[in-house]
């Protein structure tokens, strides 16, 4: 049993028969004279703070202060953490009816908390993050278990703390930490959570009980401020002076008429950082707003999307032992993500240094990940470099993630033929050449599928299953399970040059080059993409995906598509025989041994540019609807905007086009076929959109 779950059972054994409580609540008095409430939203894994859950604490809380305990302690009694926050599948209806009314009764639950004569404790293990974050917040105390997270990630869905995190926060730890926590929607582990002033304490679960008594008694005292910071803060032109830097660094990263949300959150903190209860108030008439803007909406649509993804995956994948065949970058990373996740793993590799780097990449995955060391340690152990391949026979799924060249993988596959065990899938992470090209060397193609993972693994959550004419649909199944387990979003799609991702990526990424051909600076174009919600622009891109890479996707799509392709540029050729291949050179289109390149031009360039470079890979995701890459609409939207990082204010590339106009678009493109070529021909299938 878990942990905490029997932590709880324990606590029902001293206080005997805990009532099941109000609806979404368990509750009871301990020996001490504590009351705790543990959230156990009904019908779920994972506690959400929804209207019900609000409601009921209210009596609870009512209960409290009619009959004061020696203390109150909040804490979760799920496995998988605190509170993921608000429920987001409510918002669509506030957003319609009377948003600021609802918000208002949630903040006088949290105000009543605040306002109790006793100590208020909340225990935190796992997420504590939005309204769930904010609930924590309205105690004197937190005690966060090993392994805790604060955040607040309203900023992702084009919002901000709306129950009460605003001016929380800001009077809890120094105001310009908590704000670039709200601003940036980053969370704070265990051990910068405590630094900050976030968490009181940190402790195991075992210890739990022991330091709320400490708590309950006074031996930990609430924290009284944010410190020096907080104070000169509260005079209204440090504020001005801080808001007007915070404004700037925000616009980096996110344009005010794309994301309002970071804006509106420096406004109120401007005008009311001194006065928590106007603060309040403009909380919530700001977040009522936000809800009702198309960002928000369509941000969203992205959290569905995600959801929607997850859900198509659900089942047992049945595999507990993975062997990954190759230990460069793409292998290491899926071998060391596998085993973070819990598989067991086998790296093979006819290297012993490659095999010693994969290890090494492994551990800076753990660190990155905010790993402790004992799980570090764990992760480690449960990858074992394999020279002579012998997990092989042993694995449930094994993927080859050897160079690109098809001779090579024939040479793996007919190895792996004679070595796997019977029922074992065996999966390919190529990502330019097509399964059909690969698949009369397998010996089971029934259980022969793709698995593209986007480079780096760690961070890029999208992979997408592929699967050939021949591939068991229960194998395409468990892929999918097995993505899903190890904490990646996985898309179903067929078999077709470049699949989906690669497919609509590329003639983005090429017409940047015919553009630079042209005569126009690379970092005008990539102002461009970035002006029009991209997360960097495509020269970036292609540098960060890999020169070599973009130019053999490039090669491949020129040779197998019926539609022409922009001329590959000499450029690019020439950057790739000089070894000059990008990001992991160091040296691309751009210099990379001193960071990622942040293009910082005012000049907008011609006026056809940016529709030049998306319109494009608008007409390639169109294509793959046609052809029934993809299964639909949503899932084009959800890839792309997972693995490219496609505008998600714009709510993916199929929404941007239906919202903008197919009309539009179709005319748009035929233009440009005529002035620059074929390749920019409207596909048939906009017709059926």
């Known amino acids: 049993m878990d942990k905490v779950l ?73 496995q998988g953490g605190f509170a993921a926050g608000a429920d987001i599948g409510s918002f669509d209806a506030m957003s319609d009816g009377d948003a600021a009314d609802l918000l208002g ?14 100590p208020t404790i909340c225990v935190v293990h796992g997420a504590a993050l939005g309204a769930g974050f904010e609930l924590a917040l309205a105690c004197d105390i937190r005690i966060s278990v090993e392994g805790a997270s604060f955040g607040f990630p309203e900023v992702k869905l084009g919002l901000h703390p709306g129950l009460g995190g605003t001016f929380r926060l800001p009077a809890l730890i120094d105001p310009h930490e908590a704000l670039t926590l709200m601003l940036t929607g980053k969370t704070a582990y265990t051990a910068r959570a405590k630094s900050l002033g976030i968490a009181d304490a940190v402790v195991e679960e075992r210890h739990v009980a022991a330091v709320v008594n400490a708590a309950a008694t006074g031996q930990i005292k609430e924290r009284e401020s944010g410190g020096v910071t907080a104070g000169v803060l509260l ?16 616009a980096r990263q996110a344009p005010q008429q794309h994301y309002p949300a970071p804006y509106a959150l420096i406004d109120i903190w401007e005008a009311h950082g001194d006065d928590a209860e106007a603060m309040q108030k403009a909380e919530i008439t700001s977040f009522a707003a936000l809800l009702k803007t198309e960002t928000s909406q369509n941000l969203r649509r992205v959290f569905f999307l995600r959801q929607t993804l997850k859900d198509a995956a659900k089942g047992d994948d049945g595999v507990a032992h993975v062997h990954v065949v190759g230990a460069g970058a793409m292998g290491g990373g899926i071998a060391a993500w596998a085993a973070l996740k819990g598989k067991t793993v086998t790296l093979g590799d006819i290297s012993a240094e490659a095999l010693a780097k994969a290890v090494a990449q492994a551990e800076s995955i753990c660190k990155a990940s905010h790993l402790s060391g004992i799980e570090t340690r764990d992760t480690l152990d449960r990858i074992m470099p394999d020279l002579k391949g012998y997990g092989i026979a042993r694995a449930d799924l ?43 060397s397998v010996k089971h193609p029934r259980r022969f599928a793709g698995l593209h993972f986007f480079n780096p693994v760690a961070r890029m959550e999208l992979v997408e299953v592929v699967a050939h004419e021949a591939t068991d649909a229960k194998v395409v199944q468990r892929l999918a399970s097995f ?136 007409d390639a995701c169109v294509e793959c609807l046609r052809m029934g890459i993809a299964h639909d609409a949503d899932q084009v939207d959800g890839a792309m905007i997972f693995a490219t990082g496609f505008a998600p204010f714009r709510g993916g590339p199929m929404h941007y086009a239906r919202t903008r106009g197919t009309k539009d678009i179709c005319a748009r493109l035929t233009g440009f076929a005529a002035t620059y070529g074929a390749r920019f021909e409207p596909d048939e299938g906009w017709s059926t959109l």
């Not at 005079?235 to 925000?250: C, F, I, V």
């Open 483 to 618: 993505c899903r387990a190890i904490g990646k979003l996985p898309v179903k799609v067929t078999d077709y040059p470049g699949f989906l991702v690669n497919r609509a990526l590329t003639p983005y990424l090429m017409e940047a080059m015919v553009l630079m051909s042209e005569g126009i600076d690379k970092e005008v174009i990539d102002a461009a993409a970035i002006r029009f919600g991209m997360p960097m622009g495509p020269v970036a891109l292609a540098d960060q995906v890999g020169l070599d890479i973009c130019l053999r996707t490039a090669e491949n799509l020129k040779d197998t598509l019926d539609k022409p392709m922009a001329d590959i540029s000499e450029a690019l050729r020439e950057k790739v025989e000089k070894g000059e291949t990008g990001k992991k050179a160091g040296q691309g289109f751009y210099d990379w041994w001193n960071g990622a390149p942040h293009p910082d031009t005012d000049d907008t360039g011609p006026e056809d540019m940016t529709d030049r470079l998306i319109l494009p890979m608008l």
């Open 398 to 440: 094994v993927i080859e993630a050897a160079p690109e060249k098809p001779e090579l993988k024939e040479q793996i596959y007919t190895d792996l033929g004679r070595r796997m065990k019977t029922g074992a899938v065996l999966a390919t992470n190529t990502s330019s050449l097509q399964l059909k090209q690969l698949v009369g």
């Open 235 to 250: 005079l209204k032109p440090a504020r001005s002076l801080a808001a007007g830097k915070m404004r700037r660094e925000t």
């Open 105 to 118: 009764q949630g903040h006088a639950v949290l105000d009543r908390i605040a306002a109790l004569s006793c």
């Open 6 to 78: 029997r932590h709880l059972g324990e606590m029902k054994l001293e206080l005997g028969p805990v009532s099941p409580g109000k609806g979404n609540w368990q509750h009871g008095t301990d020996a001490n004279g504590i009351l705790w409430l543990a959230l156990n939203k009904d019908g779920t894994g994972t506690n959400t703070i929804s209207q019900d859950v609000i409601r009921d604490l209210s009596d609870l809380i009512e209960q409290a202060e009619a009959d004061p305990p020696k203390a109150l302690v909040i804490r979760s009694a799920k």
